[in-house]
């Protein structure tokens, strides 16, 4: 491209200097020109043929120095693999991120595109075509793209974008604009890409060959969003701000010291959405997720390769933590022989019926990963525990710098079935609203359960219908808790009674 520009040029100072000069003059001076050229041709012929192979590569090196001086443009290679290593099959991350920024302009300016589409979409995207020129400005500076390729019998073909231009605009390119061009990059794949559920394999299975196994994964499709979510809405701002001024805390974490994480603890009975919870936390900041699975990693290194193996933008999930390990009992005092000897039995039996490793991950392994030197090995990360009881974890693993922010998620208020009733049944108000919010107010019913009761099971089910489905099942249940709270009352009525009657024995 340059080298026809630098012609065009060159021809249009010529034809400018010999209009100056007379015809007659002109013609000698063209005839000379090309008479000059032949000759210059024809010996650089015969030292290519005859001249020995040493004193070619010298004279290649000095042209090519020559070249470079006189040359006005600088030229940057920027690879698909690193190293040309393709072994690995492992893009390098510039060359993505060059592609993903001269897509975003390559349908308006490009002659020649190319369609692809990725294995986790289901769009085409547009690129640009090997060979095709690409032309930007950035503060004045005009650069040149092209994508190359070197053919390679040995290794796989290795494609490569080239930037040109002009060397007065050296500072700039280097220092602003491939900055420029990364972030833009990033940002734009970061948008296009669709997000993926990754989950660790058993340990039994990694090997020094197969590096891939150690998280497998499938693409993250889940609707969960907060506006759906049946929560109070002053909770979920107080959420919402929290996980943005998060994302968007890249230069305070780096001003006060501390790496780029943050630690969420999500408790509650079963069925008041902390799964969907984590779903909408993906969502709204568009992090890749990682559930993690304790019980299938070997031992406390395992844990921390999967930890490096993690990327930044990702939530990573320990689900049910007060069951995944037995990590609340390693400071309590050791139980008697008979009973440790038969927990044992009995958790052997369960690992062989279900296939698990022997894990020897320990609290102190756990606490490393959550916020130990390993766990500053990447940036960008959120990590999440749920529970049903709270109450069970060691106080080491959830206290302040590890579990940043407690998000209890309980029985379901008035405020969230509103917005459970506005998804479901697209009602804002009902004359039945009324019934049920005094229900609530004595009822103790899962967001699960209120859902589900609203869910249209049938062509016939109706909003009415629903409705009243869900005061059935609120009745029900506040007549269940009634007659529990009877029954327990009635035991310990009887417990005292035995007390009374065993104290007034031992007076006689």
């Known amino acids: 491209m340059h080298a026809k520009f630098l012609a065009k040029t060159t021809r249009t100072a010529q034809q400018e200097t010999m209009k100056l000069v007379p015809a007659a003059t002109r013609t000698q001076t063209w005839a000379t020109m090309g008479s000059t050229i032949a000759t210059f041709t024809f010996v650089w012929a015969i030292i290519s043929q005859y001249c020995p192979y040493e004193i070619r590569s010298l004279m290649d090196k000095f042209k090519q120095r020559l070249k470079d001086y006189f040359y006005p443009y600088i030229q940057i290679a920027i690879h698909e693999f690193p190293g040309h290593d393709q072994r690995l099959m492992k893009r390098h991350e510039a060359f993505s991120a060059v592609e993903a920024y001269l897509s975003s302009n390559t349908s308006t300016n490009a002659n020649r595109l190319k369609a692809e589409m990725e294995s986790d979409s289901s769009s085409l995207i547009l690129s640009m075509d090997e060979y095709q020129i690409l032309t930007d400005e950035f503060q004045g500076a005009k650069i040149w793209w092209v994508l190359g390729k070197i053919v390679s019998q040995r290794t796989i073909h290795d494609k490569y974008y080239k930037l040109t231009f002009h060397k007065r605009y050296r500072e700039i390119v280097t220092k602003s604009y491939l900055e420029h061009v990364m972030k833009e990059g990033k940002e734009i794949r970061m948008g296009n890409r669709k997000r993926k559920l990754y989950t660790n394999c058993s340990g039994s299975k990694w090997t020094s060959y197969n590096r891939e196994t150690m998280w497998s994964h499938i693409v993250f499709d889940h609707p969960a969003s907060f506006e759906t979510m049946a929560l109070e809405a002053e909770k979920k701002k107080e959420i919402i701000e929290d996980l943005l001024a998060f994302m968007n805390g890249k230069e305070f974490y780096k001003r006060i010291g501390k790496a780029w994480k943050r630690g969420y603890l999500l408790f509650g009975p079963p069925g008041t959405g902390k799964s969907t919870m984590i779903a909408a936390m993906a969502n709204l900041l568009s992090y890749d997720i990682y559930d993690l ?18 990327t930044s933008k990702s939530i990573i999930v320990i689900e049910d933590i007060d069951c995944s390990l037995d990590l609340t009992g390693q400071r309590k005092k050791k139980a008697g022989k008979s009973c440790v000897e038969g927990e044992k039995k009995h958790s052997e039996k369960e690992k062989k019926e279900e296939g698990n490793i022997d894990s020897k ?23 999440v525990f749920t529970t049903n009881y709270v109450e069970k ?41 009324d019934e049920i919010e005094k229900l609530m107010g004595v009822t103790q019913i899962t967001p699960a359960d209120v859902a589900e009761n609203l869910m249209p099971k049938t062509l016939q089910d109706d909003p009415q219908r629903c409705l009243s489905n869900l005061i059935k099942a609120m009745k029900k249940a506040k007549d269940k808790a009634e007659a529990s709270k009877m029954a327990e009352e009635e035991a310990l009525k009887k417990v005292n009674e035995a007390e009374e009657e065993k104290l007034a024995v031992d007076a006689q």
């Open 361 to 383: 991950v320990t609290l102190s392994g756990l606490l490393n990963f959550i916020d130990g030197l390993w766990s500053a090995c990447g940036t960008e990360r959120i990590i």
């Open 393 to 433: 974890l060691d106080p080491a693993l959830i206290r302040s710098g590890r579990m940043d922010k407690y998000i209890e998620l309980s029985y379901c208020s008035f405020e969230a079935f509103k917005v459970l009733a506005k998804c479901y049944l697209n009602l804002e108000t009902h004359q039945m609203f």
């Open 293 to 310: 699975e304790l019980t299938a990693v070997k031992d406390n290194t395992e844990l921390r390769k999967l930890l490096i193996e993690t």
